[in-house]
């Protein structure tokens, strides 16, 4: 099921001790969730919190490791991956599969980092929460689980989309990235609230783009809640 081609992903990434150290904490306690997680979603309650950015770090920390795991880019709405990481030739992705263009061997990417596999978002899609709902995404997902120690997606806002919830459905758990000082407490728990009705755990919060001179660093909460400092100011949804 692997597939042989070798995408270089490239991309300047800022050299953030604060940053990073809270991603190995994240990956710590994504392992201390239990054996039983494997696919686990990224969302955010709205655009440019970070989302994409925590995700895929999270990834490649993950495969830092020793784990094998693939990242999945489900913002077939808006996908920012393929230029955010310079890619200069065409590659085929989820939105194709998901349509019955192309097979799971055709979309699935290794890369130039050890031990990640990535699958692209593919062509805008106009109906992208029929093909996330659909079967296939489900059986695709299955296939990975068994081969993957992790499947990690990124998933379009929650709190824009109703795309988030419908993969929320089929995955272990869930991860919420929030900007800090931007998204109010209400709007949060909204959120929460429905990924709560999908039926999947949320796993913890990423509290994103805190700055770190006006607050102290930590994490708290149930699985841990994360302050990132600043990185991440670009636009990311």
């Not at 192309?102 to 692209?120: H, P, Q, R």
């Not at 209400?186 to 783009?209: I, M, Y």
């Amino acid at each position: 099921m692997m597939n042989k081609k070798v995408i270089s992903l490239i991309r300047e990434m800022k050299d953030d001790y604060n940053y990073n150290e809270s991603i190995k904490t994240l990956r710590t306690n994504i392992q201390f969730c239990g054996s039983n997680i494997h696919t686990i979603m990224f969302t955010s309650a709205m655009p440019d919190e970070g989302k994409s950015d925590v995700a895929f770090a999270a990834a490649s920390s993950l495969a830092q490791i020793g784990k094998h795991v693939v990242f999945i880019d489900a913002d077939i709405r808006k996908s920012v991956l393929v230029s955010r990481y310079q890619l200069t030739e065409e590659v085929s992705g989820l939105s194709q599969y998901l349509s019955g263009q192309k097979g799971m061997k055709e979309i699935l990417y290794d890369t130039n980092l050890e031990n990640l596999s990535v699958i692209f978002a593919g062509p805008y899609s106009p109906n992208p929460a029929e093909l996330l709902g659909g079967k296939n995404f489900r059986s695709l997902l299955n296939a990975l689980r068994k081969v993957y120690d992790y499947v990690i997606v990124d998933t379009p806002p929650l709190g824009s989309v109703i795309d988030s919830a419908i993969v929320a459905e089929i995955c272990d758990g869930s991860i919420m990235v929030i900007e800090s000082g931007v998204i109010s407490y209400r709007f949060a728990q909204e959120v929460k609230s429905q990924l709560e009705r999908s039926n999947c755990p949320l796993l913890g919060v990423v509290l994103n783009k805190v700055d770190m001179q006006k607050q102290a660093y930590g994490k708290y909460g149930k699985y841990g809640q994360y302050k990132y400092g600043d990185y991440g100011q670009e636009e990311d949804d």
